[in-house]
Nanobody, 126 residues
Framework: EVQLVESGGGLVQAGGSLRLSCAASGFSFDDYAILWFRQAPGKEREGVSC????????YYTDSVKGRFTISSDNAKSTVYLQMNSLKPEDTAVYYCAAAILGYSDYCLGYYDPDYWGKGTLVTVSR
């Protein structure tokens, strides 16, 4: 069974940090890009960051560049999103997702992933 399980969400004050984890199982980790999406109430789903170990690339949406860092532990089939200098506008449900790789290494372009986790809530207070 394919599973993506997020953890690490919670409540943090503005300027603080959280690290999200996405544990993957049931598929070949290196054949997929792993993405983080987020969705805030009343807003469209947004691609935040992604990683492909096959292509050796990471990408970030502009609003989180310099604050968030995505990384992977391939032996554990786990992807992390280190979130620093958090802002109230980062408040959202964060989802990890897996998209099978195509010929493009621009993994934020994989907006219709094959597998999704259930999400973890991040709340950033003022």
């Amino acid at each position: 069974e394919v599973q993506l399980v997020e953890s690490g969400g919670g409540l943090v004050q503005a300027g603080g940090s959280l690290r999200l984890s996405c544990a993957a199982s049931g598929f070949s980790f290196d054949d997929y890009a792993i993405l983080w999406f987020r969705q805030a109430p009343g807003k469209e789903r947004e691609g935040v960051s992604c990683i492909s170990t096959h292509y050796g690339v990471t990408y970030y949406t502009d609003s989180v560049k310099g604050r968030f860092t995505i990384s992977s532990d391939n032996a554990k089939s786990t992807v992390y999103l280190q979130m620093n200098s958090l802002k109230p506008e980062d408040t959202a449900v964060y989802y990890c997702a897996a998209a099978i790789l195509g010929y493009s290494d621009y993994c934020l372009g994989y907006y219709d992933p094959d597998y999704w986790g259930k999400g973890t809530l991040v709340t950033v207070s003022r």
